[in-house]
């Protein structure tokens, strides 16, 4: 099953990807998603910050939101709330894109491989998923590790990329072990 599914998946790239294919997109699911996605995020990122810093120390802040915004506001400053903001613009912006526009290119790809409209939006919609999921997770591990750890503010603000991804993990952090644990470990 799940090399059928990858087969489907590279055979929806290679087509979309194709240079008849890309005469007749449409950019506005592309544009509409990204832009979207990118202002609902940005504007909750206060509340982000908020339940991240929760997250990540409990005991600080006892369960209490309104304790906690006061403590953040009180020790990082009013503007701390927006910490985090260009990652979750940029990655939310691209997931967004990329959900939408995939979307709308791969139900007709999709359309010629089953009959049924049920199961090619199914089908769409995973493939759609599963890369912008893929684009979103180096922005927002940015993200949390900035909202996460005050000292690492506005030098590592854009570093998302195979490399600074790398880089980051490898540095020690106060994020689930798994996560700086290779592929290769059991």
């Not at 090399?3 to 929806?12: D, K, M, P």
């Not at 180096?138 to 909202?147: K, L, Y």
Request: charged share 20%; with cysteine; net charge positive.
């Amino acid at each position: 099953m799940r090399s059928f599914a990858s087969l489907l998946c590279l055979s929806a790239s290679a087509h979309a990807l194709s240079a008849e294919s890309l005469s007749g997109v449409d950019w506005r699911f592309f544009a509409a998603g990204g832009v979207s996605a990118a202002v609902s995020h940005g504007y909750t990122t206060p509340l982000d910050v908020v339940k991240t810093r929760m997250q990540t120390n409990p005991e600080l802040y006892n369960g209490d939101v309104l304790y906690a915004l006061r403590e953040i506001i009180d020790e990082e400053g009013l503007d701390f709330l927006l910490q985090g903001l260009v990652p979750t613009c940029l990655g939310y912006g691209l997931e967004g894109a990329l959900k939408f526009g995939c979307y709308e290119l791969c139900k007709p790809l999709f359309g010629e491989l089953t009959p049924s409209p049920f199961a090619n939006a199914i089908l769409a919609s995973c493939v759609a998923g599963g890369v912008a999921a893929l684009v979103l997770c180096p922005p927002e591990d940015v993200r949390i590790r900035m909202v996460s750890d005050p000292k690492a503010r506005s030098h590592r603000l854009l570093v998302v990329g195979v490399a600074g991804r790398r880089k980051l993990i490898r540095q020690k952090s106060k994020l689930p072990e798994m996560q700086r644990r290779s592929r290769y470990d059991s």
